[in-house]
Nanobody, 119 residues
């Protein structure tokens, strides 16, 4: 099983980016999916999550600016980031809880994609 994240980059404050993360490999289904981020010198923190039914949860710091969504047919989760701020600069990691063939229910992480917001 692999989670492949993409879409990071350098953007000016006030700009937008869209992150994508696709799951591939041997699994029956995907439960919750989410995005986390880790800024230099800080702990990894939750950004947003979405359940298999589409219920969402956001960190207070991104509410109203970020939108998480998923395409179950493509096994992909997205994070639309608008009105970006320098404090959003971090490595963004996707996470998914999968029902796998070998391990049962297991959480997987993507490799991380760097988002840099310049002031």
């Amino acid at each position: 099983v692999q989670l492949q994240a993409s879409g990071g980059g350098l953007v000016q404050a006030g700009g937008s980016l869209r992150l994508s993360c696709a799951a591939s490999g041997s699994f029956f289904s995907i439960n919750a999916m989410g995005w986390y981020r880790q800024a230099p010198g800080k702990q990894r923190e939750l950004v947003a999550t979405i359940t298999s039914r589409g219920s969402t949860n956001y960190a207070d710091s991104v509410k109203g600016r970020f939108t998480i969504s998923r395409d179950n047919a493509k096994n992909t989760v997205y994070l639309q980031m608008n009105s970006l701020k320098p404090e959003d600069t971090a490595v963004y990691y996707c996470n998914a809880e999968l029902e796998t063939v070998v391990f049962g229910t297991k959480s997987y992480w993507g490799q991380g994609t760097l988002v840099t917001v310049s002031s």
